[in-house]
T-cell receptor, first 113, second 113 residues
């Protein structure tokens, strides 16, 4: 089955700790994305990557970091510098030629207390 | 800076009725307009997409209408069913490839039986 996996589904952390969210895809897609979704709000782009070893900041990159060492993997680290990290995080991927058609993972709900 | 404005934030429709969601954009460089459907606790999934050289596109009970001069587009869900109850997001992209998506704020649709 081709798709995107995100783990874990629920994640709890204490304030001041860095935490890394996993995203893996086996769709052979070139592009990958990280979004943040807050209750009742739309999707806000954190980082995206069009190709291995390259990534760009999205609209709300402050307090987050990413890496793209492998085509199939795009982990997101939520650092202690992120002022309000509690949210639903969604990873997505697309082909390089149809970036408007994004395939989303099931999401990780991060709670920081 | 919200480049894609979506309305209403929520709507309730009776089974068999028509759900209408509207979006407006500002950037005339946008030229791909997809709609995504998201069920609670899940990632969004692409529903239907349109380019501005087409005024209407229909897939089953879902129809996109596009008004290029007004910079507006809308989603109509005909014969709404309880299973259509979800959050719907419009989005816009500059080109098919190599660009990010800008999402609207989302519309929560509840279809009452």
């Amino acid at each position: 089955d081709g798709g995107i996996t995100q783990s874990p589904k629920y994640l709890f952390r204490k304030e001041g700790q860095n935490v890394t969210l996993s995203c893996e895809q086996n769709l052979n897609h070139d592009a990958m994305y990280w979004y943040r979704q807050d209750p009742g709000q739309g999707l806000r782009l954190i980082y995206y990557s069009q190709i291995v070893n390259d990534f760009q900041k999205g609209d709300i990159a402050e307090g987050y970091s990413v890496s793209r060492e492998k085509k199939e993997s795009f982990p997101l680290t939520v650092t202690s510098a992120q002022k309000n990290p509690t949210a639903f995080y969604l990873c997505a991927s697309s082909t390089g030629t149809r970036t408007y058609e994004q395939y989303f993972g099931p999401g990780t709900r991060l709670t920081v207390t | 800076q919200q480049q894609v404005k979506q309305s209403p934030q929520s709507l309730i429709v009776q089974k068999g009725g028509i759900s209408i969601i509207n979006c407006a954009y500002e950037n005339t460089a946008f030229d791909y307009f997809p709609w995504y459907q998201q069920f609670p606790g899940k990632g969004p999934a692409l529903l239907i997409a349109i380019r501005p050289d087409v005024s209407e596109k229909k897939e089953g009970r879902f129809t996109i209408s596009f008004n290029k001069s007004a910079k507006q587009f809308s989603l109509h869900i005909m014969d709404s069913q309880p299973g259509d109850s979800a959050t719907y997001f419009c989005a816009a992209s500059m080109g098919a490839a190599g660009n990010k998506l800008t999402f609207g704020g989302g519309t929560r649709v509840l279809v009452k039986p």
